[in-house]
């Protein structure tokens, strides 16, 4: 029985910031069966791809082809022939200077299906990113995109630089750093101004992206200077003198920052878009896994606790989980919301709050000012009288502060462990690399349990003193109870948020981040 072919889209990934992959882009690696990528590809696009998909690495390193481009051509059509569908993952649009047409060429010539899928181009978004924009009407209505160096086989044609100097555009060298000594003489001896602002913009859109601006006389030291290399753009025109006025990307307050979010995968989306919201990269490593109770003894509990809501004055929720695996579990079991139309509700936060308003109930109380068990606890013993019945749904490592302080005031107290909190290792390996590498530059812990799990996991994937390791990072804590946990496992937690909130972290983040850049300044 033969084989039917598969279909390879060949896609660019955009500059490097993955947000900027079109979503196009974004639908070839999620359906693909093997990710063919380069260098320039930002890795985390790679997450996108199905569990059991396949990635092959085809990056080609400054002076140092590691693959052969016939031989990247040739595999292409190989894993096609074999009926996969393949994802060709470049750097940019694969149209400029991407060889596009060349992998293109061999898949007709053999009958592969395939389809090109346009990139955001690093000649146009690296300058934006840096606050030149490559056309601007008080300068210049044409910009020009060039290679920046020759390739011995001459796959590109040489650059008339006579023709190029006394064009009145902006001009853009891509992969020409290494040769910007003779950009600039070439430049300056074809006519072209001395003067002429220029900019060199290395790794754009990235966490490491940096700028050094200069004329055309004065770039090449100064980029010498600064030691900046490939991969780099240069950029040469009157646009770039906006830089100082509309440079954006890199005044953001967590700009160059890779900041670890340690909170379980569910709930890390708010803190991952503030993070990058404030201009840094949030990086992955969810230690917590929150599950129903697997022990059927502890289901049975939850069950028999949940099946007598009508009989409860008050049910406590102190987190957006509980809220979440309570109305899961009743609704697995088919048990009325309007069973539970005698109790008083209170929350622990906002978040909570929101988490219950979102299933159509008002909380009676919620703290004001610090959200967490004991503030819950002060308000509920205004509240709560002696023998009045109180459900807890929690999860099983909750702090016993809040079952205790009622039971001592006189409540009949029933706990219920709807959720189980886990150890987890996904994407460990990863963030482990980075913590050696000290390409982490903040952690953040949002609970006692990411502390102390994040230790563990750790401690699992074979690195023999976790603290030591950390303390190459800044630590910060969502409060007062996690940055005791953290402290009484030797941790230094550099800053804790002045309230238990995601909110509350990143401000703290940022403006600790700020007040350094200021100093340093």
């Known amino acids: ?97 991407g060889r596009v047409g060349e992998e293109a060429e061999l898949l007709a010539e053999h009958g592969i299906a395939y389809e090109i899928v346009p990139g955001i181009t690093s000649a146009i978004a690296v300058p934006a990113y840096a606050g030149i924009p490559v056309t601007h009407r008080d300068f210049t209505s044409s910009f020009s995109v060039v290679t920046g160096h020759e390739y011995p086989n001459k796959t590109y044609s040489k650059v008339n630089w006579d023709n190029l ?3 009145s555009g902006t001009i853009i060298f891509l992969m020409g750093v290494a040769n910007i000594d003779n950009i600039c003489s070439e430049l300056i001896a074809h006519g072209r101004d001395p003067e002429t602002p220029a900019a060199v913009i290395r790794m754009g859109t990235w966490m490491e992206q940096r700028t050094v601006t200069g004329t055309l006389q004065t770039i090449s030291g100064l980029v010498a200077e600064a030691g900046l290399q490939s991969p780099a753009i240069i950029i040469v025109g009157d646009v770039v003198k906006l830089r100082e006025k509309l440079a954006w990307f890199e005044k953001r307050p967590l700009f160059g920052k890779r900041v670890l979010v340690t909170r379980a995968r569910e709930q890390a989306s708010d803190l991952v878009r503030q993070i990058e919201d404030n201009g840094g990269e949030a990086v992955e490593f969810p230690v917590i896994r929150l599950r129903q109770p697997e022990a059927e003894s502890t289901l049975r509990a939850v069950d028999d606790a949940l099946g007598r809501m009508e009989q409860y004055d008050w049910i406590l929720f102190t987190s957006v989980n509980g809220v979440e695996f309570t109305f899961r579990r009743l609704a697995e079991l088919r048990l009325d919301i309007r069973s539970m139309h005698r109790a008083k509700i209170a929350a622990v936060g906002p978040k909570t709050q929101e988490a219950l308003l979102a299933r159509g109930l008002v909380a009676d109380l919620v703290p004001h000012d610090t959200f967490q068990a004991e503030a819950l606890l002060s308000l509920m013993e205004q509240f709560v009288k002696p023998g009045e019945r109180v ?28 959720y189980e909190n886990t150890l987890s290792l996904e994407d460990g390996e990863e963030a482990l690399d980075m913590l050696r590498s000290g390409l982490i530059h903040a952690v953040t812990f949002t609970s006692s349990s990411t502390v102390t799990n994040l230790l563990e996991a750790l401690k699992r994937l074979g690195e023999p003193d976790p603290v030591a390791l950390l303390g190459s990072a800044k630590l910060y804590a969502i409060g007062p109870v996690t940055a005791q946990t953290a402290a009484d496992a030797g941790l230094t937690v550099r800053v804790t948020s002045g309230e238990a909130t995601i909110a509350s972290l990143v401000q703290a983040l940022a403006e600790d981040d700020t007040e350094e850049q200021g100093s340093a300044s």
């Not at 302080?405 to 029933?414: E, K, M, P, Q």
Request: net charge positive.
């Open 165 to 167: 100097a006394h064009a």
């Open 391 to 418: 459900l807890f749904p929690k999860g099983d490592r909750a702090r016993p502060v809040l079952a205790d302080g009622l039971r001592h005031i006189g409540a009949d107290v029933t706990e219920a462990d709807v």
């Open 1 to 97: 029985m033969s084989v039917s072919k598969g279909k390879v889209y060949l896609v660019g990934a955009g500059p490097g910031d993955p947000k900027l992959i079109t979503v196009r882009g974004l639908e070839a690696i999620q359906r693909a069966d093997v990710v063919v990528y380069d260098r320039l590809a930002n890795p985390r696009l790679l997450k996108q791809m199905k569990p059991d998909a396949d990635k092959i690495f085809v990056g080609k390193l400054p002076d140092k082809h590691l693959i052969k481009q016939s031989e990247i051509n040739q595999m292409l059509v190989d894993l096609a022939l074999q009926g996969k569908t393949v994802t060709r993952l470049k750097g940019g649009d694969p149209s400029v200077f």
